[in-house]
């Protein structure tokens, strides 16, 4: 089988539509988030809904391979904790444990985020879970960790447009202040790649 995180925002969805016209064993392909806004799985902001619209409602993908972040609970870190149990259930590991997906799609912000791993954020230091509660402006979003993101076997980072010049300037640099620019701390143990348009690396 093969696991893969999605990206949310505008960015991946011509790569989204473009999979669903694959001709792909979807049986053996499992979907995970890599964060998802805290609103409702039909909300138009909702990184699920975009990738439902533009991929897996177009392919014959088993109901059960789709494993989206729950924003149902009405808590957060309640709603983060059980993606992180459903996450040890599936991968079959323990507390404390790490899996390792098999590709993690990232996007990147003009302010060097990731994920919802914000600028200075306490998200950024969780080390002990899979998943935790990132915060941007005062709105929380459920969100992979970046030990859990460092863990895979191959991340590609999709960055499109001159507004993340800057960032990515920083996030190339030699030295730069990580909790800026968090997209610098992803540094996993498999493949890391950069999928850039718009911008010079």
């Known amino acids: 089988q093969c696991t ?3 990206a949310g925002g505008n960015t991946p969805r011509p790569l989204y539509e473009s999979i669903a ?22 909300h138009p902001d909702s990184n699920q809904k975009m990738a ?12 059960t391979n789709v494993h989206p972040m729950e924003t149902g609970a009405g808590d957060p870190e309640a709603d983060a904790a059980a993606h992180d149990a ?3 259930e599936f ?7 790490f899996p390792s997906l098999d590709l993690i799609l990232l996007g990147m912000g003009g302010d060097g985020h990731t994920a919802s791993l914000f600028p200075y954020t306490d998200a950024l230091k ?5 998943i935790t509660v990132g915060n941007k402006d005062g709105q929380p979003r459920i969100t992979f960790t970046v030990r859990l993101i460092n863990q895979a076997r191959c991340v590609i980072f999709l960055v499109a447009g001159a507004d993340k010049q800057e960032a990515l300037d920083q996030v190339f640099a030699e030295k730069a202040d990580d909790m800026n620019y968090p997209s610098r701390l992803i540094q996993p143990q498999g493949e890391l790649q950069w999928l850039v348009t718009g911008v010079n690396i």
């Open 86 to 88: 459903h996450l040890q």
């Open 4 to 6: 893969i995180a999605l």
């Open 21 to 42: 016209n694959q001709n792909l064993p979807w049986d053996k392909i499992h979907v995970f988030w890599g964060d998802e806004r805290y609103v409702a799985p039909d």
């Open 126 to 130: 969780v080390s002990d879970r899979l």
């Open 91 to 97: 991968f079959q590991v323990s507390p404390g444990a």
């Open 52 to 63: 439902r619209q533009a991929w897996l409602d177009q392919v014959p993908i088993p109901p």
